[in-house]
């Protein structure tokens, strides 16, 4: 087929000439730079623009024609585009034209109408992203998750595609390559947010991410790897059958691993990471998880807001808080020290261990939890003081520490008759005495 002088062999000869090198080597057999795409930027630089122009004039040649040779090219395009304009990858093009041209098609033609486009595309990754040859297909690798994204993430994902990209997440997982991990569980929570509910859960392919994601935990070294796998874990656990707060489940598996981990962390923003998600575990069963998230997320240094959030954390009636109220009082304990290093780090761990607190202990009776937190908020207590002198009375920080008091004081406040316990009334009256300091006084 030719469009006034142009044939779809010539677009398809120009396309090829723009995917991205196939590697010489494994990508974990050999270091990979940017600089080593210099040359592939280059032919893109020039190629790319002239590919566009000839869209433009060709657009119904190619984009209008159900023959077998424009669908072709049209896939073919399609997938280029989706290689190009992928983020983060390390031959990518620093050109916002190209990319936001690119970007331009893709949005117009993805999602696809035409099943025939979509089966060549399938044909096409499934040939590229084969376990013998997908560790020298960097282009493919980051199109494919492009695509999926584009294509699925407003639909649903048909059972074909669901088992191949589950076979390809679990592929490139295998490599050492942290990008390459960051792509497997990005597939993974696609399937789990567009396959079919109950084919996922029929077939265990919730279980089956869930063991692939669960061996990550320990190891990461960035929030975003982070952030990327406890999402993907916790989207899985809304597939498991018979999950309830009553006995122990594979949330009680992800709680320990979490409070283990915000101690053991690369660095204390992996470590925040942890802690988030053990806010998320501890509110999973309660009857009005998303009003506690929700108002977890207020502005907690204001009286009202903060006063609203207390009033609904209280009611978290999740009995995991109660499986792990001690260890969660040991964390807090244990990573206290984190509260005297970076003025703004200090502020965020301090903010979200009020959180946890608000979420994991407090919703607890006094008549449980009471012999282990009056020695724990003794203690605690003075630490907070030590931080706000450690950070040169900075405001921030004095806010978050009276907010953090109050929510001690409110819980103490309502003690029962049953409990003779003189320790609650003196520790009372110390917080109370406290928070009418100037300090505190002064910096409402």
């Not at 049953?418 to 910096?443: E, G, I, P, R, T």
Request: with cysteine; net charge negative.
């Amino acid at each position: 087929m030719t469009c006034s002088g142009v044939s779809c062999q010539d677009l398809k000869h120009l396309i090829d000439s723009c995917f991205v090198p196939v590697l010489k080597q494994d990508l974990d057999d050999v270091p990979l730079l940017s600089d080593h795409f210099n040359e592939y930027r280059n032919v893109l630089e020039l190629q790319l623009p002239i590919l566009y122009d000839l869209l433009q004039q060709k657009q119904e040649c190619i984009f209008g024609s159900d023959e077998p040779e424009a669908c072709e090219t049209l896939a073919n395009l399609l997938v280029l585009l989706c290689e190009v304009t992928a983020q983060n990858t390390i031959y990518g093009l620093s050109h916002e034209s190209i990319e936001r041209n690119g970007n331009r098609v893709l949005r117009e033609h993805i999602p696809l109408q035409r099943m025939v486009v979509e089966r060549i595309i399938f044909e096409f990754y499934q040939k590229k992203l084969r376990k013998d040859v997908w560790k020298r297909q960097l282009g493919s690798i980051h199109g494919f998750l492009r695509f999926l994204q584009l294509q699925y993430s407003g639909q649903m994902l048909p059972k074909q595609w669901v088992h191949f990209c589950l076979s390809v997440g679990l592929t490139v997982r295998e490599s050492h390559d942290p990008t390459c991990k960051k792509i497997g569980v990005l597939i993974f929570q696609l399937i789990l947010n567009s396959g079919d509910f109950s084919h996922l859960q029929e077939q265990n392919i919730h279980g089956v991410i869930y063991d692939s994601a669960y061996k990550d935990v320990d190891f990461f070294d960035s929030v975003e790897a982070a952030t990327d796998t406890w999402n993907c874990l916790y989207t899985c656990l809304r597939f498991f059958e018979d999950l309830d707060s009553f006995n122990w489940s594979q949330l009680d598996d992800l709680m320990e691993k979490a409070l283990k981990n915000i101690t053991m962390a690369s660095n204390i923003l992996v470590s925040l990471c942890h802690l988030q998600f053990v806010i998320k575990f501890g509110a999973y069963f309660a009857i009005n998880q998303n009003d506690i998230l929700y108002h977890c997320e207020a502005d907690l240094n204001d009286p009202n807001t903060s006063e609203q959030c207390r009033a609904i954390c209280a009611t978290n009636n999740s009995y995991t808080i109660f499986r792990w109220a001690k260890d969660i009082l040991n964390m807090f304990n244990v990573n206290s020290y984190k509260l005297m290093q970076d003025n703004e780090i200090s502020q965020k761990f301090l903010l979200e261990l009020h959180k946890c607190y608000l979420v994991c202990i407090l919703p607890i009776k006094l008549e449980i939890i009471g012999p282990h937190l009056i020695t724990f908020m003794e203690k605690f207590t003075s630490v907070l003081m030590e931080a706000i002198n450690a950070h040169r009375m900075d405001i921030e920080i004095i806010k978050l520490t009276r907010a953090t008091l109050e929510t001690f004081a409110l819980q103490l406040h309502h003690y029962p008759d049953s409990l003779d316990n003189k320790d609650f009334a003196k520790l009372h009256k110390a917080l109370d005495k406290l928070l009418k300091q100037n300090v505190f006084v002064q910096n409402k």
